[in-house]
């Protein structure tokens, strides 16, 4: 495994410290372009870390090239599947036994991915 340091992680070592410390199995975060990285990185570490699987849901295919050439650069790993969907309501409730959730609270889709979420 292959990890680029970030200055600014303390956000992203305490996300991927907790989804890893409960041994998640799905974590699932949304992602658009322009979005930090850091936490997505952190969260890959986690899956990588609980054998599990890490989704990010990208609202379109310039996000997903964005996010994938990113990450690719930053962690080197086979858990992370990006989804493109329009909406997370599109993604989130064809996901079932979510572990973890991660959405930007600043986007109004987070009361709605909080309430579609079919968790474990």
Same mark, same amino acid.
């Given at each position: 495994?292959? *990890? %680029?340091?970030?200055? /600014?992680? !303390?956000?992203? =070592? &305490?996300?991927?410290?907790?989804?890893?410390?409960?041994?998640?199995?799905?974590?699932?975060?949304?992602?658009?372009?322009?979005?930090?990285?850091?936490?997505?990185?952190?969260?890959?570490?986690?899956?990588?870390?609980?054998?599990?699987?890490?989704? *990010? %849901?990208?609202?379109? /295919?310039? !996000?997903?090239? =964005? &996010?994938?050439?990113?990450?690719?650069?930053?962690?080197?790993?086979?858990?992370?599947?990006?989804?493109?969907?329009?909406?997370?309501?599109?993604?989130?409730?064809?996901?079932?036994?979510?572990?973890?959730?991660?959405?930007?609270?600043?986007?109004?889709?987070?009361?709605?991915?909080?309430?579609?979420?079919?968790?474990?």
């Amino acid at each position: 495994m292959k *990890c %680029i340091s970030y200055k /600014e992680s !303390s956000v992203a =070592e &305490y996300l991927s410290a907790t989804a890893a410390g409960w041994n998640t199995r799905l974590i699932v975060e949304t992602w658009k372009r322009g979005d930090p990285i850091a936490t997505s990185v952190g969260l890959a570490v986690a899956a990588i870390h609980t054998r599990g699987r890490h989704i *990010c %849901i990208v609202p379109d /295919e310039e !996000s997903r090239l =964005e &996010y994938e050439t990113v990450m690719k650069r930053a962690v080197v790993s086979e858990a992370t599947e990006i989804v493109v969907g329009d909406s997370v309501e599109d993604v989130v409730d064809r996901l079932s036994g979510v572990d973890f959730l991660v959405v930007d609270s600043k986007r109004g889709e987070y009361v709605k991915a909080l309430g579609l979420a079919n968790t474990s």
